[in-house]
DNA sequence: TTGGCGCGATAACAATTGTTAAGAAATACG
DNA sequence: CGTATTTCTTAACAATTGTTATCGCGCCAA
């Protein structure tokens, strides 16, 4: 299981580090859109850190592209599981926008680690925000249909409406681009 | 956000503790089906241990009775963030079958939690195997349809089918329980 | 500039699921 | 035991979603 490291509120590689003192552990890169950056069954080496763009992890669910989360500006993205475990990664990271993105490699992330000070703490706060983020998914699931699910996104990230194409959203829903498609233009004449 | 604080593997409860050194903080009870352990809306004041029987947590979804998860023998069931914020839970815990219960309260259960070496550790590694269970639930929504989904309940937990009533796994499932019964017969026809 | 491609809207039809209601079957309990 | 209650099934119909296909728009690179 891929589990992301980084919430929008992330201390991992921003406001709390001296990044003078890191520079030399990590690299800056610049990638266009549908870049991959972990390809699914392969291990992860790197950890990334958004600075301008944006990325999805998805899977291939029997020749179809699901997609699992999305990540934005100042949030980090990689494979805790398959840090720990040295397994195959279960998904794919890619790009959706041309992104400028920090790239930091296993053993500097670990090295890092050791460095910080109260990471330990950090670390457990940041899977407890994980688990309240995925069990918050699992009920919007089982409690809302997907026209709901839908207006719970739009009322709590507008964000990713705004800039992820829509076919990604309607599998991170759970429906069919042409049920995303129905059911916005359902919204749109109700307001009316 | 109500978290189970317990895996089927638990040792929270079980196999490295001496209880003897403890049964004075604990209390057993025996409850009938379908008694309210926590209310919905009540801040947490005791975790449970299951000892013999089942139970279930759920929330009042504008008048439905949806269910959140199950919980069997060796199980702990409580709510870590009322515990660890005073916040009124935002579930109910009841009882689904006839169960014997080990009661700990909250300052009791901290005060053991000093007591036992390597908790912290533990307790991260549960947490953990938490957000793997979550983010499979929802990655079980949104890659598969509801049949997909009571089959692979069916092969995963078949303990919860055999012995939780139907219409508590339909809401489980995120499904009426008409539309349970009828995927059941096909699949049923489906074996034939 | 322009052809190709990604993306979204729409249509038509099939399949599934929800809703409501009624009744049968199983279970609980005095 | 028998009665109540709970649970499950089935039916009929409405609503939603999936599937497949087509069309048009905008963007990007040759």
Redesign the interface.
Known sequence: ?C?MTNQPTNKFFTSDLNWDDYRHLVKEINVPAKTTLLQESEVSKNAYFIKKGCLRIWFN?NG?D?T?QFFFENQGVSSI?SFKSGQPSLFSIESIEPSTLLVISKSNLELMVKEIPGYQAF??EH??Q???H??????S???NNPQERYLELLAESPHIIQRVPQHYIA????ITPVSLSRIRNKVLAEKK
Do not use: A, P, T
Request: aromatic fraction near 18%; avoid cysteine.
């Open positions: 299981m589990i669910n179809k699901v699992f599981e670390m457990q899977i407890f994980r688990l309240n995925y069990s918050k998914l699992f009920l699931h089982i409690k599998s991170y829903l759970g």
